[in-house]
């Protein structure tokens, strides 16, 4: 072999070989993950749990970005255009946001889907001074009082609005919306007496049930929760049919190559895995739902099927 064969062969053993460095050494610097939520709501309390957990699993530091507005799609707008460098990487969930498209951008077309996190139920919480003691008082006391009923929401498209929006399309009723900028202070907002009730997450409205500024009428999942024990389901206490739960998913800007997509998909895996995680959503009303890349994907499709035809209803428009 000739020296310009030699040369030639030394070059494309290095040009691999870095390739392949550069594959296994990921993550070299800290990653990012986006919230195009308020702090102090569901979503932020489950990405700041898994945050902490991966810090560990990946053996880089994972910081928590809060980008809240217009119903997540500030966030989502953001976290779209950042490099798909496997260093930014957008936590969301159930919500107006990951539907918008066009001009603006949505999860199933805009992202890559990376990992689902699993499921939390919903509640139907009131004030306590709200003179309702079940789902049918609700319905009945609305149909009297058309309109000025308030709820609250953690803004325009988010879950709590998507949530009571299909209730009042089942229940024939009139609730006045006041939505706000994120969970927790429409979550405060109620338990203050200023607007009457919330059919939010219940990882956002537990600690205030607990504390008893908050009174639980009934949750929205299929069956009973463990952590508001003898409550019905709205379903089975006045509004037969309804049902709502919250996704929580980990998404990448579309450009992320694929073997770092998966990476991060395995890494969350893993960290979902860990009895303490497992422990911390559990007491967050959160249950950990593992699925492939490819399933992810196929629910996303359903869920934009299925939030679509409440917002073309209830004429929601985002901010």
Same mark, same amino acid.
């Given at each position: 072999? $000739? ?84 260093? $930014? ?11 918008? $498209? ?24 009131? $004030? ?192």
């Amino acid at each position: 072999m $000739n020296i310009r064969a030699q040369i030639i062969c030394i070059l494309f053993f290095l040009f691999h070989s870095n390739l392949v460095f550069s594959a296994t050494a990921w993550p070299d610097r800290p990653v990012r993950i986006i919230i195009p939520w308020a702090p102090g709501g569901s979503t932020d309390l489950v990405a700041r749990i898994l945050g902490s957990e991966l810090t560990k699993k990946l053996k880089q530091q994972v910081l928590i970005e809060n980008r809240a507005g217009a119903g997540a799609i500030v966030g989502m707008q953001y976290t779209a255009q950042l490099p798909g460098d496997g260093y $930014n990487f957008l936590l969301t969930s159930t919500g107006y946001g990951f539907l918008i $498209n066009k001009a603006n951008v949505d999860l199933v077309n805009s992202f890559s889907s990376v990992a689902l996190i699993g499921f939390g139920d919903s509640a139907l919480v009131v $004030n306590p001074h709200f003179p309702i003691n079940t789902v049918a008082d609700l319905i009945a006391l609305a149909k009297k009082r058309p309109g000025e009923i308030m709820y609250s929401s953690s803004g325009v498209g988010g879950f709590p609005h998507m949530n009571t929006e299909l209730f009042k399309m089942m229940a024939g009723i009139n609730l006045t919306h006041i939505p706000f900028k994120g969970g927790g202070p429409a979550v405060i907002d109620t338990a203050a007496g200023n607007t009457q009730l919330q059919i939010g997450s219940i990882a956002s409205v537990i600690g205030q049930v607990r504390a008893k500024r908050l009174r639980a009428i009934a949750v929205g999942g299929p069956k009973r929760n463990s952590l508001l024990p003898g409550l019905p389901t709205i379903s089975e206490s006045g509004l037969p049919g309804y049902q709502t739960q919250i996704w929580f998913g980990v998404f990448a800007p579309k450009s992320t190559p694929g073997n770092l997509v998966s990476s991060m998909h395995e890494a969350i895996i893993d960290a979902i895995s860990t009895p303490e995680i497992i422990k911390r959503l559990d007491e967050q009303g959160a249950e950990i739902e593992k699925m492939t890349i490819p399933q992810f994907s196929k629910l996303m499709e359903s869920e934009q099927e299925k939030w679509s035809k409440v917002i073309k209803q209830a004429n929601i428009k985002g901010e």
